[in-house]
């Protein structure tokens, strides 16, 4: 099973030079907030009260949270842009609220995503350091292993570089004991790139286009990824190409869906054709 673990992304917020009050800057906040449309009411009503005060994350000196779902969004006023996280917690709820708040969030770190996260149990007796033993690809060379009373994590990769892996196993009696988890964690322009895989062709299939570029070695993590694959394209032009069609998926349908939700359009495919399609 694969799921997303983490997502991190910008959204536009108001600037000016000068500081402002305090109620006006998280007036701001909201708006960025609003933006989301029937997301944010979402993860609201899984929230347990509104909006609290929160440790910011560098270089934001603000941040706020939505308690016990793990949702947080981090703001400075000399900045343009603020940072939305969903992290482990938060995309649990995403998954309990349904597929269609996953790709909608998915949908938003494509163009300005700046962590994603995606992470695969595996049901096997296959210890940690058999993978270690086995290998990945030659190019990547830093690594780490670290053994302790809950469990064995080998680091794959540099922290710093645009993929980063981590292969776990809990030790017993941990519920997950039984399962060998290995995620990828994605920045910046890999994070955009696999978000726009995982938006048309399915988390599965994302995570499959990350593992082969770790080519792993050990037979039983080869099979667990096997498949056809979407190639990661990182190339800025490619995304620049695509935004008109992210527009129309994340601001016109839900805008559209909510007209006919309303009765304001009552006959969907008539409209289309009439108003999009023209003599296409």
């Not at 400075?76 to 996953?102: H, T, Y």
């Not at 469990?151 to 997950?176: C, E, K, M, N, W």
């Not at 995570?207 to 800025?236: C, N």
Request: aromatic share 8%.
């Amino acid at each position: 099973m694969t799921i997303l673990d983490w997502c991190a992304f910008t959204r536009p917020i108001q600037y000016t030079e000068e500081q402002p009050f305090q109620n006006t800057f998280m007036r701001r906040v909201m708006l960025v907030t609003a933006a989301f449309h029937d997301l944010m009411p979402a993860v609201m009503q899984h929230a347990a009260k509104d909006l609290v005060h929160t440790t910011p994350q560098r270089p934001y000196r603000q941040a706020w949270a939505c308690p016990n779902v793990g949702w947080h969004i981090n703001a400075d006023w000399k900045r343009k842009e603020a940072l939305i996280v969903f992290n482990g917690s938060a995309c649990e709820m995403l998954r309990q609220i349904g597929p269609a708040a996953i790709r909608q969030v998915l949908l938003l770190a494509i163009e300005t995503g700046t962590r994603l996260d995606l992470a695969t149990d595996i049901e096997t007796a296959l210890s940690v350091r058999a993978v270690e033993k086995a290998g990945w690809a030659k190019k990547i060379r830093s690594t780490s292993f670290i053994s302790s009373q809950t469990g064995d994590t080998l680091y794959i990769g540099s922290r710093s570089s645009g993929a980063f892996a981590r292969v776990y196993r809990y030790a017993d009696p941990h519920p997950r004991h039984a399962l060998l988890r290995i995620e990828h964690e994605m920045k910046k322009e890999q994070a955009r790139s696999v978000a726009q895989i995982a938006a048309v062709h399915g988390i599965e299939t994302a995570q499959r286009s990350v593992a082969a570029k770790f080519s792993y070695k050990h037979p039983e993590i080869k099979e667990a990824f096997e498949g056809d694959v979407e190639r990661i394209v990182t190339e800025r032009h490619e995304r620049t190409l695509a935004k008109t069609e992210i527009w129309l998926m994340t601001q016109a349908a839900p805008a559209f869906q909510r007209l006919v939700a309303e009765g304001v359009i009552d006959d969907p495919a008539a409209w289309v054709k009439k108003h999009m399609l023209g003599n296409a």
